[in-house]
């Protein structure tokens, strides 16, 4: 079926010329076997019109990362692999770490860097999160770099400084060429997995402090290019008061991309 082969490019949204992208970032959930049910399922629900104006981006654990690749070749789903993260090392004495060259062999086109449960169960810093973005980029994919304030630093108001650090140190010493490829997801850290999400008005000022950010190293019309997820706790019933907001070019889901009916009916929505 021609409008579903893998050379289906969805096209930029007409507002602004980026082009949406909704990611199903899966944690540590499902083994290869239950991660190929669930694309294959996904690929069944979703319409020809789905892809049309969104990219859909699927981030299983590396486990799962060649059953997926091969699932998606072979069937031609018109679905992007993305990956959760990567070490910044091309190769080398790292045990338990993948680097972003072993993702890149896999046909992987996305990798989440710095999700703030890597920063803050596994202790990642700024620095070690631009490492990861710029090796990503290295490779010719595209780091979605995840920044957010945790619920004190919003209760102290220090929400758009904080996003503006994260995003500073991703950026600053970037070439513009290589900035404007980055996806940048804001997550809060208090709507990730808590079922309260943020307020579309919230989500947009932390798109807009991400926007900023990156205006203030390399101008208006890199950041302008720069595309930027909302994330936490979305799920059917509020995805589409976040892609309403302009500022908003799509969304990274957790919980609700981890079955193909609640994750079909946040991309339908
Ligand atoms: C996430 O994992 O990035 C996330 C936003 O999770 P959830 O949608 O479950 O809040």
Redesign the pocket.
Known sequence: MAARSRDVVAKPNPRNGRCRLISG?W?MNLNHLEAISLVQKLHYSLRDSDYQFTEISVHPPFTALRSIQLLLETDRIPISLGAQNCYFEGSGAYTGEVSASMLSKLGVKYVIVG?SERRDIFGESDEDVAMKANAVLGLQMTPIVCVGESLSQRERFETEGVIQSQVDAVVAAMSSELCEQLVFAY?PKW???SGVPAEPADAVVGANAVRSAIAKHHGEDVSSKVRIQY????NSANAKEFLDQGEIDGL?????SLTAEAFTAVIQA
């Open positions: 970032n944690k999700h997550e709507a990730i997995g994330g936490g706790s979305v990274l889901v957790g919980g609700a």
